[in-house]
Nanobody, 124 residues
Framework: QEKLVESGGGLVQPGGSLKLSCAPS????????MGWFRRAPGKASEPVAA????????YYTDAVKGRFTSSRDNDLDTLTLEMNDLRPEDTALYSC?????????????????WGRGTQVTVTS
């Protein structure tokens, strides 16, 4: 059974940093692109970052470019999202998702397994 478990969320002040992790199981991690999505209260889910199966290509939404970095270790089966210079508008539930193949997509319906998410709250 495919499973994704996120960790690393928390409460942080503006300008602070957090590192999210996603632990996959039940599938061959190294052949699938992975994505990070977030859902803020009262808003639709939005793609934050995505990374190809080999880690060579990545995508970031404009709002996080230069502040967030997604990476993966296919030997250790781990996915991370390093978030720096956090802002109140980054407050959301962050979820990782498994893509349908090696190339990433920004479209949520291209992802077929989702974690339950980890809450990130940025407030002073």
């Amino acid at each position: 059974q495919e499973k994704l478990v996120e960790s690393g969320g928390g409460l942080v002040q503006p300008g602070g940093s957090l590192k999210l992790s996603c632990a996959p199981s039940g599938f061959n991690f190294d052949i699938y692109a992975m994505g990070w999505f977030r859902r803020a209260p009262g808003k639709a889910s939005e793609p934050v970052a995505a990374i190809s199966s080999d880690g060579d290509s990545s995508y970031y939404t404009d709002a996080v470019k230069g502040r967030f970095t997604s990476s993966r270790d296919n030997d250790l089966d781990t996915l991370t999202l390093e978030m720096n210079d956090l802002r109140p508008e980054d407050t959301a539930l962050y979820s990782c998702a498994k893509g349908g193949g090696p190339r990433f997509s920004r479209a949520p319906d291209s992802y077929d397994s989702w974690g339950r998410g980890t809450q990130v709250t940025v407030t002073s």
